[in-house]
């Protein structure tokens, strides 16, 4: 079931033709990479990640759906060896979702439980050997993206986790690539070498494999201190309300530099000014991956994968801010 809040995007198409296209462009004094990304702000979104309250990711789409800025189809919750318990994954989620609401934000949609476990790799080596979960995750990935993907906007997936429903969305649906690019907060850039591991990617490697062969693929590393998009010294600043109370209750639990600030991949997916370098792979410029490891990319000329090695935080920050003074973010 396709939850409230979701409603397709009028004259989406005449808007895609426009949005990114073109030859860089200096802006705020960073050259914009000449291959922009297959995303942005009018792609149909679902977040899916584990834990609820040590990153932004959740608030950031929040925000950006009640002002109008995004329209966020789903919310998938699962567990990892990280966050181990879907229960707790679960109740966090439903706090936040449930304290937006009671401040007057809409267009949020209830979270989803999606209970599965890492894929195993088939003897074979094959992808399409491997054993589907037949997660709930999975089959709405699937259906949200039948009801709403458009030929030149597919719906995005932005992660904060691993990526098992989204393999396992591939394994009982192999239409679905054409359907979904994902977005993903995962892995590391150093030069031309690209790995889709830690963090995130490592939770579930052969899912990870999957993804990065079969979908249209971009992976956050712009990482930065997220702790300083809303820290203890501005969270007065915000209205007073229950959304505000339940940011004020994570402070402390938000993860340091370097730890995957998830809010990038939704910051990615909305925000065309986002990506200041990006470096672009094909699934098949994958090193030999031993099992259990996600792959390595080499950087390329063209392919299935883009690779946000750099991204303007500060500008993501800013309008993450924006939403959360607008009056009309909670005037539903």
């Known amino acids: ?72 189809l789903g919310i998938v919750v699962n567990a990892s060896a990280i966050y181990p318990s879907l229960s707790d994954n679960l109740s966090a989620w439903n706090a936040l979702v449930n304290a937006a609401r009671a401040s007057g934000m809409g267009d949020i949609p209830d979270p989803l439980a999606s209970d599965s476990a890492p894929l195993t790799r088939p003897s074979s080596g094959a992808i ?29 997936v932005a992660t904060g986790g691993r990526l098992t429903d989204l393999a396992d969305a591939y394994l009982l649906d192999h239409s679905v690539t054409a359907r979904v690019t994902v977005v993903a907060s995962a892995g590391q850039t150093t030069g031309a070498s690209i790995s889709t591991g830690w963090p995130n990617g490592d939770l579930d490697p052969w899912a990870t494999e999957i993804v990065v ?19 203890s010294a501005r969270i007065a600043e915000l209205p007073q309300n229950a959304f505000s109370s339940w940011m004020n209750s994570k402070l402390n639990d938000i993860l340091a ?24 792979a094909s699934s098949a410029d994958a090193t030999d991956t031993p099992a259990g490891t996600p792959p390595t ?35 539903h």
């Open 1 to 72: 079931m396709i939850p409230r809040g979701a409603a397709l995007l009028l004259g989406a198409v005449t808007l895609a033709l426009t949005v990114g296209c073109g030859s860089a462009e200096l802006d705020a004094g960073f050259d914009r990479p000449d291959d922009p990304l297959p995303v942005d702000a009018h792609n149909p979104l679902i977040i899916s990640n584990d834990g609820a309250r040590d990153n932004w990711q959740g608030e950031l789409a929040a925000a950006l759906a009640s002002s109008g800025q995004l329209q966020l």
């Open 128 to 156: 399409d050997d491997t054993t589907p979960t037949t997660s709930a995750g999975a089959a709405f990935i699937i259906d949200a993206s039948a009801h709403f993907s458009q030929p030149l906007l597919p719906v995005v």
């Open 213 to 231: 062969s079969k979908f249209r693929y971009v992976q956050v590393n712009a990482y930065y201190e997220q702790k300083d998009d809303v820290s």
């Open 257 to 280: 530099l370097q730890e995957a600030p998830d809010q990038i991949s939704v910051a990615a997916s909305a925000f065309a000014s986002f990506p200041l370098s990006v470096l672009r």
């Open 297 to 331: 990319l080499v950087a390329g000329q063209s392919g299935n994968f883009w690779a946000i090695t750099r991204g303007d935080t500060a500008s993501s920050t800013a309008r993450f801010w924006d939403a959360l003074l607008d009056p009309q973010t909670f005037g």
